[in-house]
């Protein structure tokens, strides 16, 4: 028969098996942060690559709209970008900010979105939050001029 210190009621086996349970269980939860990071950064970083490929497509195919001034033939390609998932709003500015087609949830105001004059051609990243990430892609109006770019 066995008898127990009152000072000390576990026995050597229980304190054993509290601690490998209390380390399994710090394991499991510093790997469960972890992978929640990871995936994290994987989820924005292809929301950030499906983000330039749209803006980038819908820029190359706002040029010939912006050229003739008719916003109208560009909506209907405004319309189906925004009706992607993830896409809040869809904005195509003129070099001076005044909006041609804005549909949706615009973050930001155009009056503050940055310069555009000498920016490499392709969608960059100017805001992000936790609601939103905004991209901004310039439409040259001919190929390689880079002193007349609009942003979309």
Known sequence: MRVRSSLFPLTLRQVLGIVYLLGIALLAVGIAGGLRDHLNGQFREQLLHHGR?????LAEDSRLALIQ????NIRIRADA???FPNVAGVAILTRLGEPLVAIG???????????LAGAAPGARLILED???LVLVAPVW???GQADDPVSL
Do not use: C, M
Not at 53 to 57: F, K, Q, S, V
Not at 105 to 115: I, V
């Open 81 to 83: 970008t925004r009706d």
């Open 69 to 72: 001034r008719a916003p109208e």
């Open 130 to 132: 936790d609601r939103y």
């Open 141 to 143: 109006i001919a190929p």
């Open 105 to 115: 949830t615009l973050p930001f105001s155009p009056a503050a979105r940055p310069p």
């Open 53 to 57: 490929t749209l803006a980038e497509r």
